[in-house]
Each structure stands twice: as C-alpha cells, then as structure tokens.
C-alpha cells in the first residue's frame, strides 16, 4: 500500500514519541528515508520450508541515508486497522411478481 502524506506524518510521529530520533545501529548516522509503501513479509515455517503468502506482519521501513540500513516497524502497533471490507448484499433468491 502506498502511504499517503497523512500516514507518513503518523508514523515519523510515532517513532518521534517512541524513540525520539533513531540513530543507525550500524554505522551510527542519524538520518533515515521513510519508505513510501508499507510492506507484508510472508510467513515462511521452518520445519516444513513451506511460505504463507496470508500471513505476516504489515510493516513499514526506515532506510539509513547513509550506509543502507533498514529497519522494520509494526503498523498495528502504530494504530492502522485494515480497513472493514465492503459488504456484499446478496438479493434475495425471491421472484418478484
């Protein structure tokens, strides 16, 4: 999902409130790019090597300007719901007269 402006003001926010501002754990710098899209790893088991394509955790991505560096944060745990999904009305299997 691309990230409106509404949304990137949200999380560089929540991460101001959270961590204040985050320094690079690799090479010390403190300048990040947040990514413009918000992203879902897809769920991998180890025992049976298999991929679960619905399973994950929506994240989105602060890049260090620097040397490359990501870091990965939760989106549910910085308030974005999935939005409810459209209901179906399914008429009714009635003849009308």
């Known amino acids: 999902m691309t990230l409106s402006e509404d949304d990137k003001k949200k ?3 929540w991460i101001e409130e959270k961590i204040g501002k985050p320094r ?3 090479c010390g710098t403190g300048q990040w790019t ?6 879902l790893p897809i769920g991998f088991d180890v025992h049976s090597t298999r991929f679960y394509f619905h399973r994950g955790i929506p994240q989105v991505t602060i ?3 620097y040397c490359g560096h990501m870091e990965f944060f939760n989106t549910a745990v910085m308030g974005f719901k999935p939005d409810e999904p459209e209901k179906e009305i399914i008429p009714d299997n009635k003849e009308t007269e």
Not at 34 to 39: M, Q
């Open 11 to 13: 999380i560089a926010d």
């Open 34 to 39: 947040l990514l413009d899209v918000s992203t």
């Open 63 to 65: 890049v260090c300007n």
């Open 24 to 26: 690079c754990t690799m």
